[in-house]
């Protein structure tokens, strides 16, 4: 299988590639913005991406997907290491931390609900569903002449739930919830399935990162997690990913799976 991983450098995209690429008959490419971003919040990042680019098949292309030049080249690349044959795309790259640097690194915003400022409100829009609208747009046409593919978007349950506090990140989310549906609709008839995962808090670098940002309310929530509620570890999403795109999950399209351990139930 033939796969693709945006902004696969570290967290989630990361622990993707690693638990796909360990099925030897599966090439991945993965993608991010720039060499710097694995290194942004973890050296731990750092080193496994390290060892994954050595695996004969692991390839990484970088380019940033908010430019439509960027775009065409990257896709360049991917046609011309998978011989234009697509199976698998996961659209993963995102971020709800502000600003333009390349390897999104730094802290949330200090108004970070309806009073954002709205050059930050369309840094992290952009960055979380124009990186999935932009790549897409260009890879789906590949995928519909081979009559076969899986996509996968990464939502978040902040996209079903009422925190303000991540205003334009949970509508970005929000959107690519909404974008998903329309794109398992209308690729219904290429064999193409296409399913969001909303995973809730996961132990990434930029999460932990970032945790001390928080409000206090969402600290105590975190902190008052129990039984069956906990964060969830980068490899319980994979795993998840890894069904979505395997023969046994054809039945599932257009499908939202909210992956929280039941975060979510009651906000």
């Not at 609709?185 to 999460?207: A, E």
């Amino acid at each position: 299988m033939n796969i693709v991983i945006t902004g696969a450098s570290r967290g989630l995209g990361l622990s993707h590639a690693k638990i796909l690429s360990n099925i030897n008959s599966n090439k991945v490419i993965i993608t991010d913005i720039s060499k710097s971003a694995s290194s942004a919040f973890s050296q731990n990042d750092k080193i496994l991406l390290k060892k994954l680019i050595l695996k004969k098949n692991v390839d990484i292309v970088y380019g940033d997907l908010n430019k439509n030049t960027d775009v065409v080249n990257i896709l360049k690349k991917i046609k011309k290491i998978f011989n234009d044959k697509i199976d698998t795309v996961i659209c993963n790259a995102g971020g709800d931390i502000p600003g333009n640097k390349l390897n999104a690194f730094g802290n949330k915003s200090k108004k970070n609900d309806y009073m954002i400022s709205t050059k930050q409100f369309n840094n992290i829009f952009k960055r979380n569903f124009n990186t999935s609208f932009n790549f897409l747009k260009l890879i789906i046409p590949v995928m519909k002449k081979n009559n076969y593919g899986k996509i996968i978007t990464i939502g978040s349950v902040n996209a079903i739930t009422d925190q303000s506090n991540e205003f334009s990140y949970s509508i970005a989310k929000n959107s690519i919830i909404h974008y998903t549906k329309i794109l398992a609709r209308d690729l219904l008839k290429f064999n193409i399935n296409v399913n969001c995962i909303c995973p809730g808090p996961t132990m990434t670098s930029r999460f932990m990162h970032t945790l001390n940002q928080r409000k206090k309310e969402e600290q105590k929530i975190i902190n008052k997690i129990k039984g069956l509620q906990r964060i969830a570890k980068p490899e319980d999403i994979s795993k998840i990913v890894k069904f979505l795109i395997s023969k046994e999950a054809d039945i599932f399209t257009g499908q939202l799976f909210i992956a929280d351990y039941g975060f979510s139930i009651g906000r």
